[in-house]
């Protein structure tokens, strides 16, 4: 029986599984981005944080689903540092993208969508991904995504938009400040990790109209520039995964109706439907 480890890596978290023998243990380790970390990074998280944990099994196989991971440049490194890592290891590296639609989608035809630190989507044919609608990034893209709605949080808090009591909970929570805040984003490593932080605030506190609004206003910003884009969508199943998705599945419930749009399942991590899947 092959022993088998799947990672399906974002920018905020990696989630690594071991199968053997129809058991399995769930690891995770600190996000994997080939675009804020150097191969000598990676392989340090890797060693460090997933070989430890392992219980000296090793791997015949690895299937890799990472962020960053439609660059061939990155597949190119990130392959490299798990050889390194696992020699004899026959290695799969693919965009998180793809490790999305196998999860959601199975064999199906579909809509697959992340929305987690970052946000994508693609339609999938069943085998692989036919369309996608490009991914900017959290400086131009990354519509409804935890980095975006956490920028949305911070310019109402920093603009003064939020009302009085808002910006008491605010501070309270987060006791933070304008140069901090501006500090963290332009010249600390890991913005968008940094800015999904704040989508906290906006689950703690649902049922304000202004947190509502934030929260409608990203999603719909989604659907429009993405999920309008594909044909595919007035007629398949629109599937999402990630934690953003997940926390807000009764937003994107309530928009998929008034797009007269077939909501499909939304999941938290894409891990169960790829263990499902390799298996």
Same mark, same amino acid.
């Not at 998280?45 to 090793?58: H, N, P, Q, S, T």
């Not at 131009?140 to 980095?147: H, M, P």
């Not at 999402?240 to 077939?262: H, N, P, R, T």
């Given at each position: 029986?092959? +022993? *088998?480890?799947?990672?399906?890596?974002?920018? #905020?978290?990696?989630?690594?599984?071991?199968?053997?023998?129809?058991?399995?243990? !769930? +690891?995770?380790?600190?996000?994997? #981005?080939? %675009? /804020?970390?150097?191969?000598?990074?990676?392989?340090?998280?890797?060693?460090?944080?997933?070989?430890?944990? $392992?219980?000296?099994?090793?791997?015949?196989?690895? /299937? %890799?689903?990472?962020?960053?991971?439609? !660059?061939? &440049?990155?597949?190119? $490194?990130?392959?490299?540092? +798990? *050889?390194?890592?696992?020699?004899?290891?026959?290695?799969?590296?693919?965009?998180?993208?793809?490790?999305?639609?196998?999860?959601?989608?199975?064999?199906?035809?579909? =809509?697959?969508?992340?929305?987690?630190?970052?946000?994508?989507?693609?339609?999938?044919?069943?085998?692989? +991904?036919?369309?996608?609608?490009?991914?900017?990034?959290?400086?131009?893209?990354?519509?409804?995504?935890?980095?975006?709605?956490?920028? *949305?949080?911070?310019?109402?808090?920093?603009? !003064?938009?939020?009302?009085?009591?808002?910006?008491?909970?605010?501070?309270? *929570?987060?006791?933070?400040?304008?140069?901090?805040?501006?500090?963290?984003?332009?010249?600390? @490593?890991? @913005?968008?990790?940094?800015?999904?932080?704040?989508?906290?605030?906006?689950?703690?506190?649902?049922?304000?109209? $202004? =947190?509502?609004?934030?929260?409608?206003?990203?999603?719909?910003?989604?659907?429009?520039?993405?999920? %309008?884009?594909?044909?595919?969508?007035?007629?398949? @199943?629109?599937?999402?995964?990630? #934690?953003?998705?997940?926390?807000?599945?009764?937003?994107?419930? &309530?928009?998929? =109706?008034?797009?007269?749009?077939?909501?499909?399942?939304?999941?938290?991590?894409?891990?169960?439907?790829?263990?499902?899947?390799?298996?």
């Amino acid at each position: 029986m092959a +022993i *088998k480890l799947i990672a399906d890596s974002g920018s #905020s978290k990696t989630d690594w599984c071991l199968i053997y023998d129809k058991k399995k243990i !769930n +690891i995770e380790t600190q996000g994997i #981005s080939p %675009y /804020f970390l150097n191969a000598a990074e990676i392989e340090q998280v890797i060693r460090k944080e997933l070989v430890v944990k $392992m219980k000296k099994y090793v791997p015949d196989e690895v /299937f %890799y689903y990472g962020t960053g991971c439609s !660059n061939p &440049e990155n597949v190119k $490194m990130i392959k490299s540092v +798990i *050889k390194k890592v696992f020699p004899k290891a026959k290695i799969t590296v693919d965009h998180d993208l793809l490790g999305a639609a196998k999860a959601l989608c199975g064999t199906e035809k579909g =809509i697959a969508c992340i929305l987690g630190t970052g946000s994508n989507s693609c339609y999938y044919n069943g085998k692989k +991904i036919v369309k996608n609608s490009p991914g900017l990034g959290y400086v131009l893209g990354d519509e409804g995504s935890g980095a975006y709605l956490g920028k *949305k949080v911070i310019q109402y808090y920093l603009y !003064n938009t939020f009302d009085p009591d808002l910006m008491d909970r605010f501070d309270a *929570k987060f006791k933070t400040n304008v140069s901090e805040i501006l500090d963290a984003v332009y010249k600390k @490593p890991l @913005p968008n990790r940094y800015l999904a932080g704040f989508t906290s605030f906006l689950i703690e506190n649902r049922g304000h109209f $202004m =947190i509502e609004n934030i929260i409608e206003d990203g999603f719909n910003e989604f659907f429009f520039n993405h999920i %309008y884009k594909y044909r595919e969508s007035w007629t398949m @199943p629109i599937h999402f995964v990630g #934690s953003v998705a997940f926390g807000f599945k009764d937003v994107l419930k &309530e928009l998929c =109706i008034s797009y007269e749009l077939q909501l499909g399942k939304v999941l938290k991590t894409p891990m169960e439907g790829l263990i499902k899947f390799h298996q």
